[in-house]
Every structure is written in structure tokens, then in C-alpha cells.
Antibody, heavy 121, light 111 residues
Framework: EVQLVESGGVVVQPGGSLRLSCAAS????????MHWVRQAPGKGLEWVSL????????YYADSVKGRFTISRDNSKNSLYLQMNSLRTEDTALYYC??????????????WGQGTMVTVSS | QSALTQPRSVSGSPGQSVTISCTGT?????????VSWYQQHPGKAPKLMIY???KRPSGVPDRFSGSKSGNTASLTISGLQAEDEADYYC???????????FGGGTKLTVL
């Protein structure tokens, strides 16, 4: 079965750090670009970051640039998001998503169930 | 404010057709054929319904179709069914700086 399973979401204080993980199975992980997409409570989807199939290219939304770092370990079929200097506006459900392509960001055909990050004092 | 503009809500009766618009610019929707649409039911993860403007993934009913004209993409759902009631989001590639942009989402109500 093709699936993505996120973990690592917790309640953290403003200024804190957190690392999210996403375990992939059922497809050839290192053939595809991978993304993180978030959704604040009651709000729409917001693209956060992507990493190319080989980890050689990474991109970030302006809202997280300089604070978040995306990475992947193809030997473990895993995707990560290191989140530093967290702000209250980072509170959201974070989804891991698989791209349909390995080069140009195209579409997200597989999504995880999401992991909730709450930034609050 | 989202980069792509969608109507906040649309509605239709069972069996009817509805169209959801997604307006961007020549830097995103108008500049590339990488427009996708997602359906999201409450409490669930989004589901890919249309990619590359008009392609349907395996398993998506052919009642769902996509198109694009200039800077505006559209999702049309024909033969509305109760289970189509959900939030719908458009998404587009936006070039090598911005990368990916989403619309604000449209709530579809089946009357």
C-alpha cells in the first residue's frame, strides 16, 4: 500500500524547535520530489517546502525561509522538516506529500494524514 | 491573502454541474500547465482530483474535469452527487522563485 505517515507534532513554546518526520512506503521514494504542506486551523492549504529526489535542491516559502530546513534520507525512505524559531503563526497541521514528478514541482498525488504542531506559551 | 483567487463558496443541486474558478497571473496559472485541483473533506487529507490542468488520476470519476484559459483555471463537476460536498483547492507551479502557490479554497455545497 502506498502511504505516508507523519510524526513529531507536539505543543512547543514560541522560539522553540521541532523536527517532523515522514515515513514513506509502497513506492520508490528516491524517484520523486517530496513536499511539506501545512494547514492552519480552519484555514486553507499553504505550501511550505520541497526537496528534489536526490536532496540536491531545496526550496522554501518566504514565511519559513531561514527557519525551517527540509531533508531526506533515501536509505530510510524518510522525509524530515527541522523547524526552528517557531512562531505562533506556524501552528498548523503539517502534511507530507509526494510529487508526481522528480524534477519540476507538479502535483501532490499522495498525502499523509498530517501531524499537528501547536506553538503556544 | 492567497496567491490564487477562488470563490469562497459555490453550490448546486444533485445532478447539476458547477464550475470553480482559480485566477492567478502570467507568472503562475497563465505561464505553466502545472495546475492541479484537490478535494478535501472535513478532517481528511486533501485528495488529488486533476493535475496538469486537465488530467485525471486513476480512480477519479470522469465527472471531474479541468481546463484553463489565460490566467484562469477551472474545475467543473458534472452530475453533482452528495459526496462531492467538500472544500476544493487549486494549486499551480509559479516559477523558480515562488515555486508553488495555492488558492484560498472553495466550499462546495450540494443542496
Amino acid at each position: 500500500e502506498v502511504q505516508l505517515v507523519e510524526s513529531g507534532g507536539v505543543v512547543v513554546q514560541p522560539g522553540g524547535s521541532l523536527r517532523l518526520s515522514c515515513a514513506a512506503s509502497g513506492f520508490t521514494f528516491d524517484d520523486y520530489t517530496m513536499h511539506w504542506v501545512r494547514q492552519a486551523p480552519g484555514k486553507g492549504l499553504e505550501w511550505v517546502s520541497l526537496i528534489s529526489w536526490d536532496g540536491g535542491s531545496t526550496y522554501y516559502a518566504d514565511s519559513v525561509k531561514g527557519r525551517f530546513t527540509i531533508s531526506r534520507d533515501n536509505s530510510k525512505n524518510s522525509l524530515y522538516l527541522q523547524m526552528n524559531s517557531l512562531r505562533t503563526e506556524d501552528t498548523a497541521l503539517y502534511y507530507c506529500a509526494k510529487d508526481t514528478d522528480r524534477e519540476v514541482p507538479d502535483a501532490f498525488d499522495i498525502w499523509g494524514q498530517g501531524t499537528m504542531v501547536t506553538v503556544s506559551s | 491573502q492567497s496567491a490564487l483567487t477562488q470563490p469562497r463558496s459555490v453550490s448546486g443541486s444533485p445532478g447539476q454541474s458547477v464550475t470553480i474558478s482559480c485566477t492567478g497571473t502570467s507568472s503562475d496559472v497563465g505561464g505553466y500547465n502545472y495546475v492541479s485541483w484537490y478535494q478535501q473533506h472535513p478532517g481528511k487529507a486533501p485528495k488529488l482530483m486533476i493535475y496538469d490542468v486537465s488530467k485525471r488520476p486513476s480512480g477519479v470519476p470522469d465527472r471531474f474535469s479541468g481546463s484553463k484559459s489565460g490566467n484562469t483555471a477551472s474545475l467543473t463537476i458534472s452530475g453533482l452527487q452528495a459526496e462531492d460536498e467538500a472544500d476544493y483547492y487549486c494549486c499551480s507551479y509559479a516559477g523558480s522563485y515562488t515555486l508553488v502557490v495555492f488558492g484560498g479554497g472553495t466550499k462546495l455545497t450540494v443542496l
